[in-house]
């Protein structure tokens, strides 16, 4: 699945081997830069469906996002930036470390090239039955996300048309409305690619899933 942007934006340095820790960047600048302070100062009630993350991908295909090591370098001491195996960085911005101009320091030297981009997401609700306006409501939710904030969103964001959700193993998602069950199986890849019905919305039905998704993508297809 493709993800909704990646953006050349910032640049790590790899390799065939890891280096010494070496500075990379200011914290507050990549903050900055991916406007994660506006996202966060929205009401909660404007993005409690959605949740924004960066991602980091090395240019080097031989070289795997978990190999990547970002550290914030700030006055009270360190602090790790957790990456997922597949390249994906949470952060919520840390007012103090912004003050202080902290710094992020990498593992990665200046001769290997990582670029760094964002993308959206649906928060999952708790267990395996949602109401459907819960998830399917993420979509909407993010467009107006990205409508309000502008800047770099509204620029390079296309609109989200659907919620990709990944599965483990082969699954299927079952919506109970009025008119009947309409029931959606994974594909070869393991995805469930849902677009949201506006009747649907209205009605608000049950959602079972037959075991957690390991993602829920906000896609542009």
């Given at each position: 699945m493709k993800k909704i942007l990646l953006l050349p934006l910032l640049y790590l340095g790899s390799a065939a081997a890891l280096a010494e820790?070496?500075?990379?960047?200011s914290y507050a600048k990549l903050v900055d830069s991916f406007k994660l302070n506006k996202f966060y100062a929205a009401p909660?009630?404007?993005?409690?469906k959605v949740n924004l993350y960066l991602t980091v991908t090395p240019k080097n295909k031989a070289i795997k996002p978990s190999e990547l090591a970002l550290t914030v370098v700030h006055a009270a001491g360190r602090q790790a930036l957790p990456i997922t195996a597949d390249g994906?960085?949470?952060?919520?911005?840390?007012r103090g470390w912004i003050k202080e101009d902290a710094k992020i320091w990498t593992n990665m030297p200046k001769s290997e090239k990582v670029s760094v981009g964002f993308g959206m997401e649906a928060l999952l609700p708790e267990g395996l039955q949602w109401q459907y306006a819960?998830?399917?409501g993420s979509v909407g939710q993010g467009n107006d996300l990205i409508k309000s904030q502008a800047g770099v969103y509204s620029l390079f964001m296309p609109t989200l048309k659907s919620v990709s959700l990944k599965f483990a193993r082969p699954a299927q998602v079952r919506i109970q409305c009025r008119h009947g069950v309409k029931l959606y199986s994974s594909d070869a890849d393991g995805y469930v690619r849902?677009?949201?019905?506006?009747?649907?919305?209205?009605?608000?039905?049950a959602m079972l899933v037959s075991e957690r998704p390991v993602e829920a993508e906000l896609d542009t297809k």
């Open positions: 820790e070496r500075e990379w960047a909660l009630s404007e993005r409690d994906k960085l949470y952060i919520v911005p840390n819960r998830l399917m849902l677009t949201p019905d506006q009747a649907l919305l209205q009605e608000n039905p």
